[in-house]
């Protein structure tokens, strides 16, 4: 049984900062991917940061902004996010791939204030 739980959103306002945390269910080094996306209202998710173990890759949007983590010691994935925008805001959601299976947590809310 594999859970996520994202922590951390919340309501800043431009400029501010966020980190996001994605507490897993099992040790993530077992997972071969992890990352975090991005879903606003009437659209789909969309990828914001991914940890691919060997490299990292951000939304355009993002790059420069935000900081993609893995803890492995305390099983948690982190988002850093600096210099928020109002574009930035949505409900985040953390997963996790396990050989061909992808996993999702049931996101965490920010808003960011013009």
């Known amino acids: 049984q594999v859970q996520l739980v994202e922590s951390g959103g919340g309501w800043v306002q431009t400029g501010g900062s966020l980190r996001l945390t994605c507490v897993a269910s099992?040790?993530?080094?077992?997972?071969?991917?992890m990352g975090w996306y991005r879903r606003t209202p009437g659209q789909q998710r969309q990828l914001i940061a991914i940890d691919r173990g060997d490299s990292t890759n951000y939304a355009f949007s993002v790059k420069g902004r935000f900081a993609i983590s893995r803890k492995y010691a305390e099983d948690t994935l982190y988002l850093q996010m600096n210099n928020l925008k109002p574009e930035d805001s949505g409900v985040y959601y953390c997963s996790a791939t396990l050989g061909g299976d992808i996993y999702w947590g049931h996101g965490t809310q920010v808003t960011v204030s013009s």
């Open positions: 099992r040790n993530i080094s077992f997972y071969n991917t």
